[in-house]
């Protein structure tokens, strides 16, 4: 009788499966936002630029128009307003767009991303979302481009999870806390399915 005994991580990988985070992040980001055909970051890179340039746009001219109705201090729910205009992918979750900028904000790069890197990411979007005091142990990246300006990794981030998280005028944290952990079920639930395929 054989047997075979797999112990530790990244058996898969060492197979030539594309079960990486680095994978499913690619394969998602050129399905939402791209043909769906890309091999690998490199070739999709400016197009995910033009997509981050664009999403911060909608945001800023949703945020105007709120202004311009309603007077000063009023939000919404910006994610639901305007991420039509993101992607023609029904599928598209508050999550994509929070690790769409991470890809931009954090100092590490998506394709060595590991499970603890992930689940940091999801950590920092949300204890900034619901403005929960904490110790960061992301590292951010000094300088991003964005749009005609720059910032600091960890501003640019807060800033991007600030409007992604909004729900509606009121935002308390239990409306937000529910909707990012609904987001994050449906994000997970495609996840999988990559993994299985």
Do not use: H, P
């Amino acid at each position: 009788m054989k047997q075979l005994i797999v112990l530790g991580n990244g058996f898969d990988l060492a197979c030539g499966l594309k079960s990486s985070y680095a994978d499913f992040f690619q394969q998602r980001f050129s399905e939402l936002f791209c043909d769906g055909k890309s091999k690998n970051f490199e070739e999709i890179e400016v197009i995910l630029k033009e997509k981050r340039d664009s999403i911060l746009f909608s945001i800023s001219n949703r945020k105007r128009e709120i202004t311009d109705i309603y007077g000063a201090d009023r939000e919404c729910d910006y994610f639901k307003d305007c991420s039509n205009k993101w992607s023609s992918n029904t599928g598209l979750t508050r999550w994509d767009i929070i690790f769409l900028f991470a890809q931009l904000c954090i100092g590490k790069e998506t394709n060595l991303y590991e499970w603890q890197d992930v689940e940091l990411i999801i950590l920092e979007a949300v204890s900034i979302a619901l403005g929960k005091k904490y110790i960061s142990r992301v590292s951010y990246k000094e300088k991003v481009s964005i749009g005609y300006s720059s910032g600091n990794g960890r501003s640019v981030f807060a800033d991007l999870i600030y409007y992604i998280s909004r729900v509606s005028s009121i935002n308390n944290s239990s409306e937000i806390a529910n909707e990012l952990l609904n987001e994050l079920k449906k994000f997970e639930a495609i996840f999988s399915k990559y993994i299985a395929k």
